[in-house]
């Protein structure tokens, strides 16, 4: 479908959109929820877009993902407004966000879900105003209309893979613990199942812990536990799903004066956790190169804001629990230990050897190789 074409379908679109969001609006009291600039003044006829994002400022959200967002819209739509953007790790606080968006009359929501089952029925409200959505980072729930992440698999496969290595897990026999992310999160599960993929078979899986709300502090109480439970020295390893809660092992280790401490896996690449890496205190995290993400969640976007088809941009389909063959773009994650830091993230720009290397860990760069 043209440029001309896909904007005559969101004229279309904009009495339906009206119409639910009146509805909306009176049936809720609003918050000033939402961050980012405002949308009542759409340009040149350009797109409105509405980012929610389920943490910002120091998160990977914050610090990555919400300015490649912004920056890959701009490019594909430099005369649309800029985007809304609205950050928050409370699952009804995203909800009032959305609302708030659907109300404002947004033509397309790029959603990274807090809890995508709560948020069900607000992305079932954006889809009877008609307005799609593309689930980002985390599958939502709902009539959603695509999909970008990375392959959940291939993230919890790595995680086991370098775990065994770190362990030499030859011999087997090897006790660990799983300190997996929220039920609620459907990525968590899909880490967990490729982990399990590897390490079924050759570790025994001491405990295993699904994290509420991938909250560290909860992962502090239950790694506590586990070595009250199994012994410190009875522990080989951990799969700790994140950074976030690979930080909160440590942090359990520390508090019980545990040395040395056992291979420890990560995700998401973040700045503490590789200089956990260069410490020695965590074994491994997983890269997950946020700018084709951003760039794939974009293109979709402004697809489907312009009543295009997206199915020529996705690699795949998936679905959800209401939504079947919803478009896919599934991308490739890279496993960084201390001795391809310099070639990973360093090279991509993510972090320079002067963020890592603090003053107290130029030792530590300088037998890394990193300076």
């Given at each position: 479908?043209?440029?001309?074409?896909?904007?005559?379908?969101?004229?279309?679109?904009?009495?339906?959109?009206?119409?639910?969001?009146?509805?909306?609006?009176?049936?809720?009291?609003?918050?000033?929820?939402?961050?980012?600039?405002?949308?009542?003044?759409?340009?040149?006829?350009?797109?409105?877009?509405?980012?929610?994002?389920?943490?910002?400022?120091?998160s990977?959200?914050?610090?990555?993902?919400?300015?490649?967002?912004?920056?890959?819209?701009?490019?594909?739509?430099?005369?649309c407004?800029?985007?809304?953007?609205?950050?928050?790790?409370?699952?009804?606080?995203?909800?009032?966000?959305?609302?708030?968006?659907?109300?404002?009359?947004?033509?397309?929501?790029?959603?990274?879900?807090?809890?995508?089952?709560?948020?069900?029925?607000?992305?079932?409200?954006?889809?009877?105003?008609?307005?799609?959505?593309?689930?980002?980072?985390?599958?939502?729930q709902?009539?959603?209309?695509?999909?970008?992440?990375?392959?959940?698999?291939?993230?919890?496969?790595?995680?086991?893979?370098?775990?065994?290595?770190?362990?030499?897990?030859?011999?087997?026999?090897?006790?660990?613990?799983?300190?997996?992310?929220?039920?609620?999160?459907?990525?968590?599960?899909?880490?967990?199942?490729?982990?399990?993929?590897?390490?079924?078979?050759?570790?025994?899986?001491?405990?295993?812990?699904?994290?509420?709300?991938?909250?560290?502090?909860?992962?502090?109480?239950?790694m506590?536990?586990?070595?009250?439970?199994?012994?410190?020295?009875?522990?080989?390893?951990v799969?700790?799903?994140?950074?976030?809660?690979?930080?909160?092992?440590?942090?359990?280790?520390?508090?019980?004066?545990?040395?040395?401490?056992?291979?420890?896996?990560?995700?998401?690449?973040?700045?503490?956790?590789?200089?956990?890496?260069?410490?020695?205190?965590?074994?491994?995290?997983?890269?997950?190169?946020?700018?084709?993400?951003?760039?794939?969640?974009?293109?979709?976007?402004?697809?489907?804001?312009?009543?295009?088809?997206?199915?020529?941009?996705?690699?795949?389909?998936?679905?959800?629990?209401?939504?079947?063959?919803?478009?896919?773009?599934?991308?490739?994650?890279?496993p960084?230990?201390?001795?391809?830091?310099?070639?990973?993230?360093?090279?991509?720009?993510?972090?320079?050897?002067?963020q890592?290397?603090?003053?107290?860990?130029?030792s530590?760069?300088?037998?890394?190789?990193?300076?």
């Open positions: 479908m043209g440029l001309g074409a896909g904007l005559r379908a969101v004229k279309r679109r904009s009495l339906t959109r009206a119409s639910v969001a009146v509805a909306v609006a009176a049936g809720l009291t609003l918050v000033g929820a939402c961050g980012g600039s405002d949308t009542d003044d759409e340009g040149d006829g350009g797109l409105a877009v509405g980012v929610l994002l389920p943490g910002g400022g120091a990977r959200f914050g610090q990555f993902d919400k300015p490649l967002l912004v920056r890959q819209l701009k490019r594909l739509c430099p005369d407004p800029a985007p809304t953007v609205a950050a928050t790790s409370d699952p009804a606080v995203q909800r009032q966000q959305i609302e708030s968006m659907i109300t404002r009359q947004v033509d397309v929501l790029i959603l990274a879900a807090v809890d995508p089952q709560l948020l069900r029925p607000s992305v079932e409200a954006a889809h009877r105003a008609d307005i799609p959505v593309v689930a980002y980072d985390r599958l939502a709902g009539p959603i209309s695509g999909y970008v992440t990375f392959d959940g698999a291939t993230v919890g496969r790595l995680q086991g893979e370098a775990l065994l290595k770190a362990m030499d897990a030859e011999a087997r026999g090897e006790r660990i613990v799983m300190m997996n992310g929220a039920t609620t999160d459907p990525n968590a599960g899909w880490f967990k199942r490729g982990a399990l993929s590897v390490l079924e078979g050759k570790t025994e899986i001491g405990k295993s812990y699904d994290t509420v709300g991938w909250r560290p502090e909860n992962a502090f109480v239950n506590t536990n586990a070595i009250a439970a199994l012994g410190a020295g009875d522990i080989d390893g799969l700790a799903a994140n950074d976030s809660l690979a930080g909160a092992v440590v942090a359990a280790f520390n508090a019980a004066e545990v040395r040395p401490l056992p291979p420890i896996t990560g995700q998401d690449a973040d700045l503490a956790a590789v200089r956990r890496i260069v410490r020695g205190d965590q074994y491994m995290t997983v890269y997950k190169p946020f700018e084709p993400a951003a760039g794939a969640a974009a293109k979709m976007a402004v697809a489907l804001g312009r009543g295009e088809s997206v199915d020529s941009l996705a690699s795949g389909t998936v679905d959800n629990a209401t939504t079947e063959d919803i478009p896919a773009v599934l991308l490739q994650s890279v960084v230990t201390v001795g391809n830091i310099k070639d990973t993230v360093v090279k991509d720009g993510m972090y320079t050897i002067d890592i290397c603090t003053p107290e860990l130029r530590a760069c300088d037998t890394a190789g990193l300076t």
